[in-house]
């Protein structure tokens, strides 16, 4: 639905604490280039969310809901309703009935 050439990037949550840049850039690269990863982290530990910024706006669709590292994780664009988590309320978007479907369904063509 957007025609414009360039990056976006990603709201990633439910991330495993345990994963890191690495494992995140490996499984979206199977898309396209990646040009930024960054795994929120609270002295240095993972609050389990993070931002990717990659070419393909397909990549939100088929990663959202996949499993990594054993979590099912959520992505989203990384605009969308303000920013996620930037303000440290510590609400959980990985779980919790509330939020799991959050967006789904709007992007399917």
Known sequence: HSSEKGSIKLFVGGLNINTDEQVLEDDFSSFGPVSEVV????????????????????AMRAMNRESLDGHQIRVDHAGKGGAFGAHGCGRSYSR??????????RYDS
């Open 39 to 58: 795994i929120v982290k609270e002295t240095q530990r993972s609050r389990g969310f993070g931002f990717i910024t990659i070419t393909n706006p397909d």
């Open 96 to 105: 919790g009935g509330g939020n799991q479907d959050y967006g789904s369904g």
